[in-house]
């Protein structure tokens, strides 16, 4: 099992890249976190924990800062509908599910955007960040319901292709948890 570096004591880093990775962006690299969740992606409450995966996209920079803003966000019961988050510019872009951002009127999700910049726009690390947001649809033949924002600087078609390749490497979002078999930890079982 491949260790992770400890961004946080409340999300777990399953996936890190502390460097770019090929030529997209501004040195754009990704890291892949998850924490328990009690609300589904358009907020209600659930009875059991889900299991939620996010991205977070660093550019060259790797501003560690996000971080801090992520944990606000999450310990405000915010962050169940955020696919991806990332910095650049000094600026947090918010990548949203679809099926949030069109769940709702458009008062709740001004509502929601409204908490969020709040608690971006409030220091963080001796600094304030303005806050954009965005939207994913999983669904591969719904592109008019994804928006990137500012995200990643580069043209739309490499970002969606990039994105889309997290999301079908680490299936971000949220799931219902099950406990762990032998089978999913059989190096750790070796007698």
Known sequence: ???TPAYSNFLHCVHDEPEE???IGRGCHYSVFRVPEWRDV???R???ALVHDFGVIWDEDHDTRVIEAIERI???GLLFPVQYIGERK???TVILAAKFWWTGTDSDLDTY????GRICADQISMDSWACEFGMFDKSLGSPHQTDFAGLINDK????DTYIRNIDNLWRIGSWPWKPPTEDDYPESLAV
């Open 21 to 23: 990775k090929g030529t």
């Open 46 to 48: 659930v009875d059991h």
């Open 156 to 159: 739309s078609e490499k970002v």
């Open 74 to 76: 999450y310990l405000a």
């Open 90 to 92: 000094g600026g947090l």
């Open 113 to 116: 955007k409204a908490k969020v």
């Open 42 to 44: 358009v907020g209600r």
């Open 1 to 3: 099992m491949t260790s």
